[in-house]
């Protein structure tokens, strides 16, 4: 991955123009998916499309050979952590979302996630770290504002 590139769309994901915001964001979720060029987003395509189908336990299956034959792929560990938390396995799919963060720590969709897994599970105070890691990032994104409120207010 091109460094400068990718410091860069993370700058402009704290612009206050919203259309420099949405371009960048494409353009990293661009780059994230194309890490292992067209033979990774092929796969991860298709277990979408496995998904779609209700192909569950092969989407899984599929995403899971993916990431034993290339561990750094981190959209490849996103992908499962997504199918894990639409499943209600969220402690699968924390782990998985914590698997991206050790690959690429400005992944906002993780840090998401990964909040999203932690509210889930009850441990709000982690789910506000998360969901303030990923404001670090994307400052903007209103999800990450109101879950992080909601979860501030659960604690009190």
Request: net charge negative; charged share 20%.
């Amino acid at each position: 991955m091109n460094e400068p590139s990718i410091s860069a769309l993370l700058e402009d994901l704290k612009n206050p123009d919203e259309n420099v915001r949405q371009q960048a964001t494409a353009e990293l979720w661009r780059i994230w998916f194309y890490q292992k060029g067209r033979y990774g987003v092929e796969l991860i395509e298709r277990s979408q499309m496995m998904l779609e189908a209700g192909n569950v336990t092969q989407a899984e299956a599929l995403l899971t050979e993916l990431i034993k034959d290339q561990p750094d792929f981190a959209e490849a560990w996103n992908r499962r952590a997504v199918l894990y938390y639409t499943l209600g396995q969220y402690e699968k799919s924390r782990d998985d979302c914590q698997e991206v963060i050790k690959l690429n720590p400005v992944h906002f969709g993780a840090l998401h996630g990964l909040g999203l897994c932690h509210a889930a599970l009850g441990d709000y105070s982690a789910a506000i770290q998360a969901f303030q890691k990923a404001l670090l990032i994307q400052p903007y994104a209103l999800a990450n504002q109101k879950l992080l409120l909601e979860c501030t207010a659960r604690l009190s």
